[in-house]
């Protein structure tokens, strides 16, 4: 098993430190050629506390996509935990998936984790189930495998989309309709909670299976979320859907979601703006997530977090209406003060 700190080396002819994306403490890369581990750990900043955030495992066309991916992934990280007011830094890692998915393969993912010595925590995201992270945290205490964080980052979503639709449409959800795409651990809930309050839900995504877990019956199925006419798009599945051809069709008036870096580039969030169409940047509202994975080594209760959870929603509504005042993006109202 091969371990590097790729920080300021030049490796598969990247030195990472040049990367457009880079201003990074430290990138760790392990590769083990018994299970087929490649995996890349990007902590961004350990200022607040260890590093914390999720792992992917995905397929990525070059091994330039996969740092990309991660580097803006932990930035994104850091910013989040700093929105939720937790204690602990932002980091990502992320497993190219070259071979299935095995118990060889987490084990050593678990030695990667292991070989970093605390600076940097996991969890599970796309592609990573909580069993997964589970199965993990048997060779590693570095991991966070305590609660499915999707139904959370979903709660947290729910309360900044109520507090939007009021905002700028002066709506309730039960009166609203709402697009969203991705029905996984986050899409598939906040459908749930969104129909059950009253809402129209339109929902898109390429596995039908994950569609099956949607519970009620205000929700229709669509080939594409974002041309659906609607109030509000909440993109819940990649990142980088946004950009200068694919805004021309959207159907929204308003866009928040629970899908990391969704903008392909910041420029976009002004041509967004110029069309009148409200962005609400991620970073602001999923931190639901890390609340709740953080909860019980912060001790916090059910109680304490579920007010934590309506503070993003109150975080969001607060921004939004320093924005409308200051004739500016919500991203260029918060931009620099989460960080």
């Known amino acids: 098993m091969k371990f590097l700190d790729i920080t300021n080396t030049l490796f598969n002819g990247i030195d990472a430190s040049n990367h457009v994306e880079f201003d990074h403490e430290k990138i760790f890369y392990c590769q083990d050629d018994i299970s087929g581990l490649k995996s890349i750990i990007a902590i961004h900043s350990s200022k607040s506390g260890p590093a914390i955030g999720g792992c992917r495992f995905r397929h990525y066309q070059t091994y330039e996509e ?52 605390g600076i940097y925590y996991s969890a599970e995201d796309m592609g990573i189930s909580l069993q997964d992270i589970k199965l993990v945290g048997k060779y590693t205490p570095y991991v966070f495998d305590n609660v ?23 709506k309730d959800i039960k009166d609203s309709v709402i697009s969203l795409q991705g029905a996984g651990s986050v899409g598939s809930q906040l459908a749930n909670l969104l129909g059950e309050m009253g809402a129209t839900i ?33 993109p819940c599945a990649v990142g980088g859907i946004f950009t200068e051809s694919s805004i021309q069709n959207l159907g929204c008036k308003i866009i928040a979601g629970g899908a990391n870096n969704q ?29 709740g994975l953080t909860k019980d080594i912060l001790n916090r209760s059910d109680l304490q977090i579920e007010e934590d959870l309506k503070l993003i929603g109150k975080r969001a509504l607060d921004s939004m209406s320093f924005a409308k005042v200051n004739n500016m993006s919500v991203l260029d109202a918060i931009n620099g003060l989460l960080i």
């Not at 910013?79 to 393969?105: H, M, R, V, W, Y």
């Not at 499915?148 to 002066?170: E, M, N, R, V």
């Not at 580039?265 to 997530?289: A, C, E, M, R, W």
Request: include cysteine; glycine fraction near 8%; charge should be negative.
């Open 66 to 117: 996969g740092l990309t991916d991660v580097l803006r992934l932990s930035r994104g990280m850091t910013e989040k935990n700093n929105a939720a007011d937790i204690p602990f830094g932002g980091g990502k890692a992320i497993i190219f998936n070259d071979q299935p998915k095995s118990t060889d393969l987490l084990e050593a993912f678990a030695s990667f984790l292991n070989y970093l010595e």
């Open 148 to 170: 499915d964080p999707g139904s959370y980052t979903a709660k947290g979503i729910f309360y900044s989309i109520q507090s939007a639709l009021k905002f700028y449409l002066q």
């Open 202 to 234: 339109y929902i898109q995504d390429i596995d039908q299976d994950k569609l099956k877990n949607l519970s009620t019956t205000s929700i229709h199925i669509v080939e594409n979320a974002l041309t659906q006419e609607c109030d509000l798009l909440s």
């Open 263 to 291: 903008l392909l580039t910041p420029s976009i969030d002004s041509d967004l703006y110029k069309k009148g169409i409200h962005y609400i940047p991620d970073v602001l509202i999923n931190s639901g997530g890390v609340i």
